[in-house]
């Protein structure tokens, strides 16, 4: 590559990417920001889809650089089957997470991947999901082949063993569209032949008024299906002696059928099937409105989804790719540069540099001598090195930390409906009970009738609706500002939270980007070339950092170059020697004067040093102070103590902050809490959080990408979003109070109907025209005080 | 009057047709994607140029 130095054009765009560039780099007389972006314009070019650059203005990103390597595992057909959604003799259809996909284009470009390649048969882009369904001969070009091509356009596939798990989850979708639909036309009808009778049939036509009847029976049948998944959950929480919300529901909508077919088959009435129909038909939406997800995200990512899916193996001199499960202790495996070691190991190899920042939150790379342990989740930097396994997979440290507290299932006890429900099926059946009783005494033949009448009425049909929807529109308003909530129920899971705890690194800091200032002597240009020729031999972070800082000096020959693990970087130019390091090893002793982290010398003179700071996200202070007043806050960092001042000057006065937290420290840490009675929330990044934000009573992961791996929580948030932190967590603990409004409203038309229903007054008119009313006013109700409270608590896009 | 019976019956299979039609929709997965057939019908479909290519002087 040619340097160009003294050339700043900053117009310049790369026409792939849009990056600003120097414009050295050229094809066809288009400016490339790199040799990446050059060679995707190329394929792309050369396969006559140029489109795909008038679709959208620089749809492209950027290119890491592509191994081919990182496939090389998806040429074991074993690992192949398991990721193929159907495959015969020759075609194979996968379905792949593509996480670059971002505009129409994008979309264009891998619809017509055929166009590229002949071997892919059709390609499906879902944009919400984020993903391609591809259909391609396997046997002439395998999977490995297709994810390098897709990494060759800048569309690299994410692979990983959720990968597998997706494909048993894909089915059983669209089981409530039907169930909507199906009872949305059986109400519709039912409410068609139940006219006449709402505007009195005269006794004339007594026989349309049967045929109507009988009609509305026949077509309500189907809307038992449509109910069918409220019987289940009642007779679930049944065998399980608990009472859920479901409970009154079946009962109501049994009473409410049998009463009904009673009614029309002995012919004394025209029965409730219009109220039937449309209480069904109201749940049914409730449900749906509530079913909203946020597709393109995962929230139950365990450990493994960061793991690769398999590795190679060395036997006896030769290299195998095995699945992850099957590796055993003793095993020999191949690591590259940027691969995660798999299981607990010993390096076979001299030496290396391990990046924990997975398991510990510690950016630094590790320095690791031969026969040293290295813990599974460790990223290994620098050449490839051979490791004996020691632990499978399953045994390693953070597998036995990650099921260590694995999430129950079940009904949730603590959701608020639930607690209700419970009561209020007693105090219903109380109801039932004494107006049986009444009138058994005072006149026995209308007995039955009220009973049935009461559980009817009673059927918590708006109180049912008044949590999917409070709950759904809260989702739906914190979506639009980058907060993700996993479902609807983890809006309840916000009011009871006592104890706010913060991770450092990548949470309240930016990752990777961060400050770096240079103290010292004015430097030569011939010290800044030597500097850089040093730096940019090297892959350590700081190395890389110093490299960006020195933008524009040129790199040169140095007549020799070493590098030596865990001290700095030394070479020779013109007789001189560099060094740039650890104060201790530069110095030979320990730099008190200044901060510093790495020095930079010239024959043992110091020229100056570097300093990182790490940089803290905006109005994180102002944030905090608002905050504080509710909440007890601590933050586990990581890292060392070298951040303590200025972390105490962005946190209130009596926050605790902990340093040199290892993920089991943190998770222990709010297992104390937990048992001191305080409810926990966890906001963390990255896995060595992952625990603490499952043993949390609420886990929020942060990340500037969202695309990213995040790990598994209840809640995805957009970094850049943390600066209106205290104005999401204010908004939901106020929506407690509009719940609990709309809950009082629909005790307010229970109370009315049980009035009625008891005295025996219950007409199929003033059923009808109740149930739907309550439900509508809930619904409105909530979705209007949601919204005002949204806008008054200055929550706008 | 009991012309009723019969626009009573055929308004019934109508409103059925379109019942079915909506379950055919659903299993059929038109509701499994409802935002990138938005994308997709807005490009073009133009005859593939790969043929009529030049190679590009570098």
Same mark, same amino acid.
């Given at each position: 590559?040619?340097?160009?130095?003294?050339?700043?054009?900053?117009?310049?765009?790369?026409?792939?990417?849009?990056?600003?560039?120097?414009?050295?780099?050229?094809?066809?007389?288009?400016?490339?920001?790199?040799?990446?972006?050059?060679?995707?314009?190329?394929?792309?070019?050369?396969?006559?889809?140029?489109?795909?650059?008038?679709?959208?203005?620089?749809?492209?990103?950027?290119?890491?650089?592509?191994?081919?390597?990182?496939?090389?595992?998806?040429?074991?057909?074993?690992?192949?089957?398991?990721?193929?959604?159907?495959?015969?003799?020759?075609?194979?259809?996968?379905?792949?997470?593509?996480?670059?996909?971002?505009?129409?284009?994008?979309?264009?470009?891998?619809?017509?991947?055929?166009?590229?390649?002949?071997?892919?048969?059709?390609?499906?882009?879902?944009?919400?999901?984020?993903?391609?369904?591809?259909?391609?001969?396997?046997?002439?070009?395998?999977?490995?082949?297709?994810?390098?091509?897709?990494?060759?356009?800048?569309?690299?596939?994410?692979?990983?063993?959720?990968?597998?798990?997706?494909?048993?989850?894909?089915?059983?979708?669209?089981?409530?569209?039907?169930?909507?639909?199906?009872?949305?036309?059986?109400?519709?009808?039912?409410?068609?032949?139940?006219?006449?009778?709402?505007?009195?049939?005269?006794?004339?036509?007594?026989?349309?008024?049967?045929?109507?009847?009988?009609?509305?029976?026949?077509?309500?049948?189907?809307?038992?299906?449509?109910?069918?998944?409220?019987?289940?959950?009642?007779?679930?929480?049944?065998?399980?002696?608990?009472?859920?919300?479901?409970?009154?529901?079946?009962?109501?909508?049994?009473?409410?059928?049998?009463?009904?077919?009673?009614?029309?088959?002995?012919?004394?009435?025209?029965?409730?099937?219009?109220?039937?129909?449309?209480?069904?038909?109201?749940?049914?939406?409730?449900?749906?409105?509530?079913?909203?997800?946020?597709?393109?995200?995962?929230?139950?990512?365990?450990?493994?989804?960061?793991?690769?899916?398999?590795?190679?193996?060395?036997?006896?001199?030769?290299?195998?790719?095995?699945?992850?499960?099957?590796?055993?202790?003793?095993?020999?495996?191949?690591?590259?540069?940027?691969?995660?070691?798999?299981?607990?190991?010993?390096?076979?190899?001299?030496?290396?540099?391990?990046?924990?920042?997975?398991?510990?939150?510690?950016?630094?790379?590790?320095?690791?001598?031969?026969?040293?342990?290295?813990?599974?989740?460790?990223?290994?930097?620098?050449?490839?090195?051979?490791?004996?396994?020691?632990?499978?997979?399953?045994?390693?440290?953070?597998?036995?930390?990650?099921?260590?507290?694995?999430?129950?299932?079940?009904?949730?006890?603590?959701?608020?409906?639930?607690?209700?429900?419970?009561?209020?099926?007693?105090?219903?059946?109380?109801?039932?009970?004494?107006?049986?009783?009444?009138?058994?005494?005072?006149?026995?033949?209308?007995?039955?009738?009220?009973?049935?009448?009461?559980?009817?009425?009673?059927?918590?049909?708006?109180?049912?609706?008044?949590?999917?929807?409070?709950?759904?529109?809260?989702?739906?308003?914190?979506?639009?500002?980058?907060?993700?909530?996993?479902?609807?129920?983890?809006?309840?899971?916000?009011?009871?939270?006592?104890?706010?705890?913060?991770?450092?690194?990548?949470?309240?800091?930016?990752?990777?980007?961060?400050?770096?200032?240079?103290?010292?002597?004015?430097?030569?240009?011939?010290?800044?070339?030597?500097?850089?020729?040093?730096?940019?031999?090297?892959?350590?972070?700081?190395?890389?950092?110093?490299?960006?800082?020195?933008?524009?000096?040129?790199?040169?020959?140095?007549?020799?170059?070493?590098?030596?693990?865990?001290?700095?970087?030394?070479?020779?130019?013109?007789?001189?020697?560099?060094?740039?390091?650890?104060?201790?090893?530069?110095?030979?002793?320990?730099?008190?004067?200044?901060?510093?982290?790495?020095?930079?010398?010239?024959?043992?003179?110091?020229?100056?040093?570097?300093?990182?700071?790490?940089?803290?996200?905006?109005?994180?202070?102002?944030?905090?102070?608002?905050?504080?007043?509710?909440?007890?806050?601590?933050?586990?960092?990581?890292?060392?103590?070298?951040?303590?001042?200025?972390?105490?000057?962005?946190?209130?006065?009596?926050?605790?902050?902990?340093?040199?937290?290892?993920?089991?420290?943190?998770?222990?840490?709010?297992?104390?809490?937990?048992?001191?009675?305080?409810?926990?929330?966890?906001?963390?990044?990255?896995?060595?959080?992952?625990?603490?934000?499952?043993?949390?009573?609420?886990?929020?992961?942060?990340?500037?990408?969202?695309?990213?791996?995040?790990?598994?929580?209840?809640?995805?948030?957009?970094?850049?979003?943390?600066?209106?932190?205290?104005?999401?967590?204010?908004?939901?603990?106020?929506?407690?109070?509009?719940?609990?409004?709309?809950?009082?409203?629909?005790?307010?038309?229970?109370?009315?109907?049980?009035?009625?229903?008891?005295?025996?007054?219950?007409?199929?008119?003033?059923?009808?025209?109740?149930?739907?009313?309550?439900?509508?006013?809930?619904?409105?109700?909530?979705?209007?005080?949601?919204?005002?409270?949204?806008?008054?608590?200055?929550?706008?896009? | 009057?009991?012309?009723?019976?019969?626009?009573?019956?055929?308004?019934?299979?109508?409103? /059925?047709?379109?019942?079915?039609?909506?379950?055919?929709?659903? %299993?059929?997965?038109? =509701?499994?994607?409802?935002? #990138?057939? /938005?994308?997709?019908?807005?490009?073009?479909?133009?005859?593939? %140029?790969?043929?009529? =290519?030049?190679?590009?002087? #570098?």
């Amino acid at each position: 590559m040619q340097q160009s130095s003294g050339l700043k054009n900053e117009a310049t765009q790369c026409y792939h990417c849009g990056t600003n560039c120097t414009g050295s780099i050229e094809f066809s007389g288009k400016p490339f920001c790199c040799e990446g972006c050059k060679t995707v314009f190329r394929i792309i070019s050369e396969n006559g889809l140029d489109d795909y650059y008038t679709l959208e203005k620089f749809p492209g990103k950027s290119l890491s650089t592509t191994e081919d390597d990182r496939f090389a595992y998806l040429e074991n057909e074993q690992i192949a089957d398991t990721l193929y959604e159907f495959k015969d003799g020759e075609k194979a259809i996968i379905t792949l997470k593509i996480p670059d996909v971002h505009c129409s284009s994008c979309v264009w470009l891998l619809e017509n991947l055929s166009a590229i390649n002949k071997n892919v048969l059709d390609c499906r882009v879902n944009f919400i999901r984020k993903e391609a369904t591809i259909s391609f001969l396997y046997k002439t070009f395998s999977l490995r082949k297709l994810a390098v091509l897709l990494s060759g356009i800048g569309y690299s596939p994410m692979i990983s063993a959720s990968n597998q798990k997706e494909k048993e989850r894909k089915k059983h979708v669209g089981g409530i569209n039907i169930k909507l639909g199906l009872a949305g036309f059986c109400f519709g009808n039912v409410m068609l032949l139940s006219f006449p009778e709402y505007f009195g049939i005269s006794d004339l036509d007594k026989s349309f008024a049967d045929f109507f009847s009988y009609l509305n029976l026949i077509i309500s049948l189907p809307v038992l299906y449509s109910a069918s998944g409220y019987f289940i959950s009642a007779f679930a929480a049944l065998k399980q002696k608990i009472i859920s919300i479901d409970v009154p529901i079946a009962l109501g909508i049994t009473a409410l059928f049998l009463r009904s077919s009673y009614e029309v088959l002995f012919q004394v009435g025209p029965g409730f099937f219009d109220s039937f129909t449309g209480l069904v038909f109201f749940l049914l939406i409730g449900k749906w409105f509530q079913g909203k997800t946020y597709e393109a995200l995962s929230f139950d990512r365990d450990f493994r989804s960061y793991f690769p899916l398999a590795v190679n193996r060395e036997v006896n001199g030769d290299s195998e790719i095995v699945p992850l499960n099957d590796i055993c202790k003793g095993d020999v495996l191949r690591i590259r540069n940027q691969e995660i070691i798999p299981a607990d190991s010993k390096l076979l190899s001299e030496s290396t540099r391990i990046n924990y920042s997975f398991v510990s939150g510690e950016e630094d790379p590790i320095s690791i001598m031969k026969n040293d342990f290295i813990y599974a989740g460790g990223k290994q930097i620098g050449a490839s090195i051979l490791v004996e396994v020691l632990k499978p997979v399953s045994q390693g440290y953070l597998s036995r930390l990650w099921e260590r507290n694995n999430p129950q299932q079940g009904i949730n006890h603590a959701d608020i409906l639930n607690r209700i429900g419970k009561y209020f099926t007693i105090i219903v059946l109380i109801i039932a009970t004494l107006s049986a009783v009444f009138w058994s005494v005072v006149n026995p033949s209308i007995v039955w009738e009220t009973v049935t009448a009461v559980l009817i009425v009673a059927c918590p049909c708006a109180l049912a609706l008044t949590v999917p929807f409070t709950y759904g529109n809260v989702v739906r308003i914190l979506g639009r500002f980058g907060v993700y909530l996993k479902n609807t129920e983890t809006v309840g899971k916000f009011f009871n939270i006592t104890h706010l705890i913060f991770d450092k690194t990548g949470t309240l800091t930016l990752s990777g980007a961060g400050e770096i200032a240079y103290n010292g002597s004015e430097m030569s240009d011939l010290q800044r070339n030597v500097l850089f020729s040093l730096t940019t031999g090297s892959v350590h972070p700081y190395s890389v950092k110093i490299s960006n800082y020195l933008k524009g000096a040129i790199k040169m020959n140095l007549d020799s170059f070493s590098e030596i693990h865990g001290k700095g970087l030394e070479g020779v130019f013109n007789g001189n020697t560099y060094r740039l390091g650890a104060p201790v090893w530069v110095l030979g002793k320990e730099d008190t004067s200044e901060n510093a982290s790495v020095i930079y010398t010239e024959n043992n003179n110091r020229i100056g040093s570097f300093v990182f700071k790490p940089q803290y996200r905006e109005g994180l202070k102002e944030q905090l102070s608002k905050i504080k007043p509710d909440f007890n806050i601590s933050v586990l960092s990581g890292d060392n103590e070298k951040e303590r001042a200025q972390l105490k000057g962005i946190f209130p006065p009596d926050t605790r902050i902990l340093f040199n937290q290892k993920p089991e420290d943190k998770l222990n840490y709010i297992s104390k809490l937990q048992n001191e009675n305080e409810k926990v929330l966890m906001i963390g990044d990255g896995l060595n959080d992952a625990p603490a934000l499952i043993q949390s009573d609420l886990g929020i992961s942060v990340t500037d990408d969202i695309a990213v791996f995040t790990p598994s929580s209840d809640v995805i948030m957009d970094g850049r979003n943390l600066s209106i932190f205290s104005e999401v967590l204010n908004f939901i603990k106020n929506t407690r109070k509009i719940l609990i409004s709309s809950i009082l409203i629909s005790f307010l038309y229970n109370i009315v109907g049980l009035s009625f229903a008891v005295t025996g007054n219950l007409t199929p008119l003033f059923a009808a025209v109740l149930m739907p009313l309550s439900s509508i006013s809930v619904v409105v109700f909530t979705s209007v005080s949601v919204f005002l409270l949204a806008h008054f608590r200055k929550l706008k896009p | 009057m009991t012309v009723i019976y019969i626009l009573i019956f055929v308004s019934v299979l109508i409103a /059925s047709g379109f019942l079915v039609g909506f379950i055919w929709a659903v %299993k059929s997965g038109q =509701y499994d994607d409802t935002y #990138t057939p /938005s994308v997709r019908i807005l490009f073009d479909k133009k005859p593939n %140029k790969k043929e009529e =290519y030049t190679k590009e002087k #570098t």
